[in-house]
């Protein structure tokens, strides 16, 4: 989700900025120092952004010429966030470290990200065995753990000795974690499946019983102590909805091609000069 705030905030900022009546007589800052008209700031903002935001402009509006998003569709996606994150608590916070305060300009991404899955994936079948094959292999089991993460093998046997003495893991993992998202909740990570993790990682906590302790493992991140905190097993009825948009994600057509046909059939002219040229990275044919 992180990676999907990061790449529509710039959109999202100046969405709203960009619609604005432009006459030069309207102006938005007035000092003792002087103005900044609408004008002005629109001549700034195509200078220095104006490329990437008009390209995301007229992809949004292709899109949304050919598919419709709901209010409800947009509302599930937000709750599917607020859940990866903890809480409204945990959104909020990502969001602000990403720029991103004003909540309809947030919805606004949201609709425009299920605009493009839409168009991706139109036409895309996934198959009632692919489904099954899906979960018995990565869904079905399900764990609960947490951990705590140093970052020398040094640190890891310290840590994995004072548990084998009998201390807490929730305060050791507040004192040694260099995990920021689980220190300060007792090393918990949630529940998960299999292939959500690090291989080296995921080998491990899935070969372990309920409240057991692993040794220390090494990853790209570091070395960790794991703690299995609850097992279950999923029932393929509450899983199939997710396990249906995963694979067919997996299938997606590229974007770049989606969007290139359809401003192509929109039949896209630019007036103003200075950004004649935005959309031609995506107006490109697909090489064979």
């Not at 992180?2 to 000092?31: F, H």
């Not at 949201?110 to 994936?121: F, V």
């Not at 372990?208 to 990853?219: I, Q």
């Amino acid at each position: 989700m992180k990676k999907i705030i990061v790449s529509l905030g710039i959109a999202g900022a100046v969405l709203s900025l960009s619609a604005c009546n432009l006459s030069a007589s309207n102006t938005i800052v007035q000092s003792k120092a002087g103005e900044i008209t609408k004008e002005e700031f629109y001549n700034e903002l195509k200078a220095q952004t104006g490329d990437q935001v008009l390209q995301q402009m007229v992809e949004t509006m292709v899109l949304a010429k050919e598919y419709t998003v709901t209010e409800k569709e947009i509302d599930e996606r937000i709750k599917e966030y607020t859940e990866q994150f903890g809480g409204e608590e945990g959104l909020h916070q990502a969001l602000a470290q990403n720029g991103m305060t004003d909540e309809q300009a947030f919805k606004k991404n949201i609709e425009r990200e299920l605009l493009a899955e839409k168009a991706a994936t139109d036409g895309v079948k996934v198959s009632e065995e692919e489904v099954k094959k899906e979960f018995e292999e990565k869904y079905k089991d399900e764990i609960k753990a947490s951990h705590i993460l140093v970052k020398d093998v040094k640190t890891a046997k310290e840590v994995k000795e004072r548990l084998d003495k009998g201390e807490d893991f929730a305060k050791l993992a507040s004192h040694y974690s260099i995990d920021p998202s689980s220190k300060d909740n007792g090393g918990d990570v949630g529940y998960f499946t299999k292939g959500r993790m690090v291989s080296e990682f995921d080998q491990v906590v899935f070969s372990l019983d309920v409240n057991k302790v692993s040794e220390p493992v090494k990853t790209e991140y570091g070395y960790h102590i794991i703690k299995v905190t609850d097992k279950k097993t999923n029932k393929f009825e509450d899983k199939k909805k997710a396990i249906e948009r995963e694979l067919t994600l997996k299938k997606a057509k590229p974007m770049k091609e989606v969007i290139s046909k359809l401003q192509k059939e929109a039949d896209i002219s630019i007036k103003d000069q200075e950004l004649k040229d935005a959309l031609k990275t995506t107006q490109q044919p697909e090489k064979n």
